[in-house]
């Protein structure tokens, strides 16, 4: 069965600092990962996924995520946050051509002016 | 488009009380989910559809019930409400098998038993 691992519960980081949310996965096979942010009283919003190809995926509002087989390890990461950035973040995971979604606890993100 | 649209927002339940969560979408997508979404237990799937009268259960269907009728709707039924389902409830579709398999959410259904 495929897992999923946020390790902090919450992340701050200062206004134009680099800022990076971590997620290592436990999957069959190849994996799909995604990163989907969530933003109050809103549902889930997709960011970035990757399938195959370059271990950088590049997606929404700037923000970049790289995949690392070895570590089994898919961080999510933005050059310069945003206070607009601050929000909830779930790295979820599917083996190839599973219909299902694992899904991360999620971090909340902190972006301090 | 509207995409995905979950009727009614908020709603509160008594014991025993049943009631079901309204999703639809108008992108054509063939599967759909419903989760819930407990504080600091990120989501968790009940039941999905892999296309009109296809279900399958996810890993916390206990209490729920499903249907899909057409490609459009995916109601979510909850017989005897308990205490313990009081959550935040998703529904989410996704195009079928390929590369493009990003699930697209509703806003949610608050739900409290009380």
């Known amino acids: 069965a495929q897992s999923v691992a946020q390790p902090e519960d919450q992340v701050n980081v200062a206004e134009g600092n680099p800022l990076t949310v971590k997620c290592t996965y436990s999957?069959?096979?190849?994996?799909?990962l995604f990163w989907y942010v969530q933003y109050p009283n809103r549902g889930l919003q997709f960011l970035l996924k990757y399938i195959t190809g370059d271990n950088l995926v590049k997606g929404s509002y700037g923000f970049e995520a790289e995949f690392n087989k070895s570590q089994t390890s898919f961080h999510l990461k933005k050059p310069s946050a945003l206070v607009s950035d601050s929000a909830l973040y779930f790295c979820a995971v599917s083996p190839y051509g599973n219909n299902r979604l694992a899904f991360g606890k999620g971090n909340q993100v902190v972006v301090i002016p | 488009n509207a995409g995905v649209t979950q009727t009614p927002k908020f709603r509160i339940l008594k014991i025993g009380q049943s009631m079901t969560l309204q999703c639809t979408q108008d992108m054509n997508h063939n599967y759909m989910y419903w989760y819930r979404q407990d504080p600091g237990m990120g989501l968790k799937l009940i039941y999905y559809s892999v296309g009109a009268g296809i279900t399958d259960k996810g890993e916390v269907p206990n209490g729920y019930n499903v249907s899909r009728s057409t490609t459009e709707d995916f109601p979510l039924r909850l017989e005897l409400a308990a205490p313990s389902q009081t959550s935040v409830y998703f529904c989410?579709?996704?195009?079928?098998?390929?590369?493009?398999?990003?699930?697209?959410f509703g806003d949610g259904t608050r739900l409290s038993i009380l």
């Open positions: 989410a579709s996704r195009r079928g098998t390929g590369r493009n398999q990003a699930q697209h």
């Open positions: 999957v069959s096979g190849n994996p799909y």
